[in-house]
């Protein structure tokens, strides 16, 4: 099991003084609580974070693309998420995710075209429109390198920039409270 290693880095991270953790990677949040009950300082939960921004800034949404790598989909965090809030979400088709989406995470992690992994997600983009998604959301730490969002005819949300931002708000809150 993973969780042992999980569970030793968090702990690391808060003995060197950390006051806070951003998991930047969606699926390794399968593993959250565990990580999160070891340790006395907050985990940030970049799912439920984009889940909260989808919600607050598209009230009326109610069918959420998702690109997200087969891991993340399979763990089904984004579901929970989603449909705790009244949110469905829309998947590219089978074929699609296959050979597109996962075929240009694994090309950006190889250092792969830009341009060929661009178009290998606008089409599953579109695919995801075509299903009736109002907002797409990111859900791969890889996707927002070659993700056009200007391309997309729908709102599109970076899960890892929603962390990020996430990180910056709770930073200021805690030097508020110092």
């Known amino acids: 099991s993973i969780i042992p290693y999980l569970v030793e880095g968090t702990t690391r991270l808060e003995k060197a003084g950390a006051s806070l953790i951003a998991l930047p990677c969606n699926?390794?949040?399968?593993?959250?609580?565990?990580?999160?009950?070891?340790?006395?300082?907050?985990?940030?939960?970049?799912?439920?974070?984009?889940?909260?921004?989808?919600?607050?800034?598209y009230p009326n949404a109610r069918?959420?693309?998702?690109?997200?790598?087969?891991?993340?989909?399979?763990?089904?965090?984004?579901?929970?998420?989603?449909?705790?809030r009244g949110m469905k979400l829309v998947y590219p088709d089978e074929p699609i995710q296959k050979d597109c989406v996962m075929k240009a995470i694994?090309?950006?992690?190889?250092?792969?075209?830009?341009?060929?992994?661009?178009?290998l997600l606008f089409t599953a983009g579109k695919n995801v429109e075509r299903k009736g998604a109002e907002v797409i959301v990111l859900g791969c730490t890889e996707i927002p390198l070659a993700f056009n969002p200007q391309r997309a005819s729908v709102?599109?949300?970076?899960?890892?920039?929603?962390?990020?931002?996430?990180?910056?708000?709770?930073?200021?809150?805690?030097?508020?409270k110092n």
């Open 27 to 57: 699926t390794v949040h399968f593993f959250h609580d565990d990580m999160q009950r070891a340790v006395k300082i907050p985990i940030l939960h970049m799912i439920r974070e984009t889940a909260d921004v989808v919600a607050r800034s």
């Open 63 to 84: 069918r959420i693309g998702l690109l997200a790598s087969d891991g993340t989909v399979a763990t089904g965090l984004y579901e929970r998420e989603f449909s705790a």
């Open 106 to 119: 694994y090309g950006i992690k190889a250092g792969g075209d830009k341009q060929a992994n661009e178009e």
């Open 155 to 176: 709102p599109v949300i970076n899960a890892t920039r929603v962390l990020a931002e996430a990180a910056i708000r709770e930073y200021f809150r805690e030097e508020k």
